[in-house]
């Protein structure tokens, strides 16, 4: 070792790293702020991401599915509206064929006479 | 303190000694020095989320830390200049409560460096980082780095034959 290395390595050896004053951990930990709720940053983040995610993908499904019970709604009242046509319809069919069973039984029954 | 907390304690009790070793050596005032590196760890909670790895944490540390206490000391500055003042202030600063008497000596011939060359030497001989990535670290030009690297090496050199010749006989 030339003197150059030798004084190099002494200041190695005289600045290796220091204790703290005792209780430095402590007093930190008390300065951050909101310290009761404090959380870890990283945990945090490692919860609500996932968190998030879940949230947004149960938005999605409640808004698709109130889309889709929505539209099921319309098709249904449209079926049974079409449904109460229908069948007023075939009222209206049934009615019509017996006045004109009546008529032709009247009219058979006349010329027989 | 809630459990959850306990990675940012971790972080502290990781990196602590680093950070008040290197505002102490800055500074040479254990209370100024105390309150620097626990503005540094507060300034590191605010900070948590742009920080990217432990290499990213600990160079962060070194940075903010060389930076915080250069601060402190601007506002009472000192910096000696001729031997006989040097040997004025060696006489008159205590020796300090390192851990063994060459690390007071040491200590003490860092504190009379002027603040960029006591800044420099820190981050070469106790972080250990190599000229670019204390021009790095500072923001500096890697020539002035070595130069300040230099003069410091010489200056102190000079004014430890005294001071640690006994320690360089036993090396």
Same mark, same amino acid.
């Given at each position: ?39 870890? +940053? ?18 999605? &499904? ?23 046509? &229908?069948?007023?319809? #075939? ?23 | ?25 800055? #500074? ?21 989320? %742009? ?21 402190? &000391? ?28 060459? %690390? ?30 204390? %021009?790095?670290? +500072?923001?500096?030009? #890697? ?11 010489? &200056?102190?050199?000079?004014? %430890? ?11």
């Amino acid at each position: 070792m030339n003197e150059h290395e030798d004084f190099e390595h002494l200041l190695r050896q005289g600045l290796k790293p220091r204790q703290t004053p005792a209780g430095f951990t402590a007093r930190v930990m008390a300065r951050l702020p909101g310290t009761s709720q404090v959380r870890s +940053l990283r945990k945090e983040r490692a919860f609500w991401v996932p968190a998030m995610r879940w949230a947004t993908a149960a938005a999605l &499904l409640v808004v698709a599915g109130g889309s889709y019970w929505q539209h099921e709604q319309k098709e249904r009242v449209a079926g049974e509206r079409a449904r109460g046509q &229908l069948i007023l319809a #075939l009222r209206m069919s049934a009615t019509t064929l017996n006045d004109v069973q009546h008529k032709v039984l009247r009219s058979t029954k006349g010329d027989a006479e | 303190m809630p459990g959850i907390t306990g990675e940012f304690r971790e972080i502290v009790e990781a990196h602590q000694s680093r950070v008040y070793s290197i505002a102490y050596r800055v #500074l040479g005032d254990r209370g100024t020095a105390e309150e620097v590196a626990q503005d540094v760890f507060l300034e590191l909670y605010r900070a948590f989320d %742009a920080i990217a790895s432990d290499e990213h944490l600990a160079a962060w540390l070194r940075r903010v830390t060389v930076h915080r206490a250069t601060d402190a &000391l601007r506002r009472r500055p000192r910096t000696l200049h001729g031997a006989a003042e040097f040997e004025d202030w060696m006489a008159e600063t205590p020796k300090g409560d390192g851990p063994f008497p060459l %690390a007071s000596e040491i200590e003490r011939l860092v504190l009379a460096l002027p603040p960029a060359q006591r800044a420099v030497v820190l981050l070469r001989y106790q972080e250990d980082l190599r000229p670019g990535e204390i %021009a790095e670290t +500072l923001a500096m030009p #890697l020539a002035t780095v070595k130069s300040h690297l230099q003069r410091a090496l010489k &200056l102190m050199r000079a004014r %430890a034959e005294d001071t640690l010749k006994e320690y360089t006989r036993h090396e």
